[in-house]
């Protein structure tokens, strides 16, 4: 069954704007990881964030995390148009529970 | 992608033919992970060995069998029992926890003819 759902399902902006995804999940978590997937090809990782962090940051990314409301942002600054891609969100209940990926939001960057 | 292979690219299978999927990985990683995606659903694990000689179920495994006879590699066949198999198949890797980041492979476009 899908733990996350991300939110929108496809954002198209436009160059130098910023992007923000959402990420939903229902039960209790042991870290959130986001991964990003260019058309056709594998998952690259972004970036993890563990349940006792908030806010995670790393270059352009910008990733929080609100236990209470079991939900997650990703936040791309200054969009490209090299950052059309899909997004997934991915959670992870423990070491022995598998992760269990979103169903992602496309985003599309116009030049 | 770094350090995972996936072979072929692209595969094309006839129904009622068994088809392997290629898996490797030299990142010395303990767990390997076979994912099936299909448009509009995310990721779907499929089977998951986190040592050598041992491999367990993932949430849709029917269909589909593994073998895991050296750490590096992790083939997956889809049998023509799999009645639905035309999608992209990702295989991933890992240090063995589960839940940590996980490494992907370019992945395998199967269509069934």
């Known amino acids: 069954s899908q733990q996350g759902e991300e939110d929108p399902q496809a954002l198209s902006i436009q160059e130098g704007e910023n992007a923000t995804m959402n990420c939903s999940y229902k039960t209790s978590i042991n870290n959130l990881q986001w991964y990003r997937q260019n058309s056709g090809r594998g998952l690259v990782h972004l970036i993890l964030i563990r349940s006792n962090e908030r806010e995670k940051h790393s270059g352009r990314l910008r990733v929080t995390l609100d236990t209470s409301k079991k939900s997650s942002s990703l936040l791309i600054t200054a969009s490209r148009a090299a950052d059309t891609a899909s997004y997934f969100c991915?959670?992870?209940?423990?070491?022995?529970?598998?992760?269990?990926f979103g169903k992602g939001t496309l985003l599309t960057v116009n030049p | 992608d770094g350090g995972i292979t996936q072979s072929p690219k692209y595969l094309f299978r006839k129904e009622g033919q068994n088809v392997t999927l290629s898996c490797e990985q030299n990142?010395?990683?303990?767990?390997m992970y076979w994912y099936r995606q299909d448009p509009g659903q995310g990721l779907r694990l499929i089977y998951y060995?986190?040592?050598?000689?041992?491999?367990q179920k993932g949430d849709i495994a029917e269909g589909y069998s593994v073998s895991r006879e050296k750490k590096e590699s992790f083939p997956l066949t889809v049998t023509s029992a799999q009645k639905n198999p035309t999608a992209f198949y990702l295989c991933?890797?890992?240090?063995?926890?589960?839940?940590?980041?996980?490494?992907f492979g370019p992945g395998t476009r199967l269509t069934v003819l």
């Open positions: 991933a890797s890992n240090s063995g926890r589960l839940a940590d980041t996980q490494y």
């Open positions: 991915a959670t992870g209940r423990g070491s022995n529970y598998k992760l269990t």
């Open positions: 060995s986190q040592i050598v000689n041992d491999f």
């Open positions: 990142l010395n990683h303990d767990a």
